[in-house]
C-alpha cells in the first residue's frame, strides 16, 4: 500500500495546458493575463461581483495586507480565534500589534460569539478597543457568522475573514470570505485546491485593491523612476501559479463533492464506535468543504497513540491544530478562554481526507482505526 497521505496536490490536467500557455507566451512573472484571469475567476466562483480580488503569493501576506489596510500600529489590540493555524496570528505581531485570543464554541468550533462579546466589553472598559477581529473557518466550517457580524457591527470594530481553509464553503449560501471586510484565501499544497503556493485578498472595493497592490509591489509609486513613500513588499502571485490556480478553479466544485463524501464515510462507519464526536454543520445555513475530515475522541483514548498507530501502516493524520494561547511563543498575550479548544485539541484528530483517496484506501484507513479501537478495549 502506497503512503496515504492527509491531504495532496490533486491536479486535473487543464492546468499544464495553461502553465504551458504562459511559458509560450514568455509571460514567466509575477503578473500577466492568468493573475488577472485567477482573480476574476475567484470573484465569479464566491459570487462577489461588487467585490475586488488580489492573488498574492500566500494565504499569510493576504492576511498581512488586511492587516495593514485595518491601519493597526504598534500596541493596537486585534482579535484572533485561538484554535487556529499560527499563519492567523503572525500578521498582527508584523505590525506590532498584540493579538488577543478568543476560544470556541462547541458546535462549529470556531470562535465563540459570548466570549467574544464579553472580550470586547473588557476590552474597551479597559480603554483599548480592538482594531480588528481575525475570524477562521477551521478545516473548511464557517464560523457563527451572524452572532459574529452583529457584534462586529454593533461595536464597529472590522472583521478579517480567515478563510484560509473554507474556499468551497457557505454560510447561508453566501460564501465564506465575503462577510467581513476582508477575507483571505489560501492555495497552499495542502488546501482544497493548490497554486503550489498562492493567496488571494478578497475586499470590497477598487481603492482598496489599489493600495493592497500597491503594498504588494514594493510601494512603488506611478512615475517613470522608482520613488517610494511608504514601506512595501514582494507578494505578488507569479503567472505559472496564477495558471495552475485557473485550471483547479475549474473543478473546486467536484474537490468539495469528494471531500464531502469522504467525511460523511467516516461519519458513517466510525460513528458506530460511540466514541466518536465530528466536527457537524449545527444546521442547514452552514455548508463546510470538510477539507479535513476533525472528529474527536472520547478523553480515555490518546490521540496520539492513534497517530502513530496509524503511521506505522503508512496513513498519514495529524493532530487538530494546537490553540494559540497553549503555543509557548504566544501564551504571554490576552485570553478569554472557557477551555473549549484545549479539549477539542486534546481528543481530536484529522484523517486522511486527499480528494484522491480512493474507496479501497479509506476502507484500510477505517479497518485500521477499528482494529485500534479494539485493542483498546
Ligand atoms: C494555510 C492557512 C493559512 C496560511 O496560508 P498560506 O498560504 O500557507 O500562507 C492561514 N490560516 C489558516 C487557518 C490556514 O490553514
Redesign the pocket.
Known amino acids: 500500500m502506497n503512503k496515504i497521505w492527509l491531504s495532496s496536490p490533486h491536479m486535473e490536467g487543464h492546468e499544464l495546458d495553461y502553465i504551458k500557455d504562459a511559458y509560450n507566451k514568455n509571460h514567466v512573472f509575477p503578473l500577466g493575463e492568468y493573475v488577472d484571469l485567477f482573480e476574476s475567476r475567484i470573484l465569479n466562483e464566491i459570487k462577489y461581483k461588487k467585490g475586488q480580488c488580489l492573488a498574492l503569493n ?6 498581512h495586507l488586511a492587516i495593514k489596510l485595518c491601519g493597526i500600529l504598534p500596541g493596537d489590540e486585534v482579535i484572533c480565534s485561538s484554535f ?2 499560527s ?2 496570528v503572525n500578521p498582527i505581531l508584523y505590525e506590532g500589534g498584540n493579538p488577543v485570543f478568543v476560544d470556541s464554541e462547541n458546535d462549529t468550533w470556531n470562535m465563540c460569539p459570548i466570549l467574544l462579546k464579553k472580550c470586547i466589553k473588557d476590552r474597551i472598559s479597559l480603554g483599548k478597543k480592538p482594531k480588528a477581529i481575525i475570524l ?1 473557518h ?1 478545516y473548511g466550517m464557517p464560523a457563527k457568522i451572524d452572532e459574529i457580524l452583529e457584534i462586529s457591527n454593533y461595536y464597529n470594530i472590522p472583521i478579517i475573514e ?1 478563510a ?2 473554507s474556499l468551497g464553503s457557505y454560510y447561508n449560501n453566501q460564501h465564506t470570505g465575503t462577510f467581513g471586510e476582508y477575507g ?1 484565501f ?3 499544497g ?2 482544497i485546491i493548490t497554486t503550489s ?3 488571494a485578498l478578497i475586499c470590497k472595493n477598487e481603492r482598496l485593491k489599489y493600495d493592497a497592490l500597491k503594498y504588494a509591489t514594493q510601494s512603488r509609486e506611478p512615475v517613470n523612476w522608482y520613488e517610494h513613500t511608504q514601506i512595501g513588499y514582494n507578494y505578488r502571485l507569479s503567472n505559472i501559479s496564477a495558471a495552475i490556480g485557473v485550471g483547479q478553479l475549474e473543478i473546486l466544485r467536484k474537490r468539495v463533492n469528494k471531500r464531502r463524501e469522504i467525511f460523511s464515510r467516516y461519519k458513517k462507519e466510525l460513528s458506530d464506535l460511540g466514541v466518536t464526536t465530528f466536527q457537524l454543520e449545527p444546521n442547514t445555513k452552514f455548508f463546510s468543504n470538510h477539507w479535513l475530515t476533525a472528529l474527536t475522541f472520547n478523553e480515555k483514548y490518546n490521540v496520539s497513540r492513534l497517530i502513530n498507530y496509524l503511521n506505522k501502516y503508512n496513513i498519514e493524520s495529524r493532530h487538530l ?1 494546537k490553540p494559540m494561547h497553549l503555543q509557548p511563543f504566544f501564551s504571554n498575550f490576552k485570553l478569554y478562554t472557557n477551555g473549549i479548544s484545549e479539549k477539542i485539541f486534546k481528543t481530536g484528530i484529522c484523517l486522511p481526507s486527499s480528494s484522491l483517496l480512493t474507496n479501497e484506501e479509506q476502507t484500510y484507513v477505517i479497518e485500521k482505526i477499528k482494529k485500534w479501537y479494539l485493542k483498546k478495549h
Open positions: 500566500s494565504g499569510t501576506s493576504a492576511l487556529t493555524f499563519a492567523s477562521v477551521l480567515d484560509a481553509e483571505i489560501s492555495f497552499n495542502n488546501k503556493g498562492g493567496g491544530w
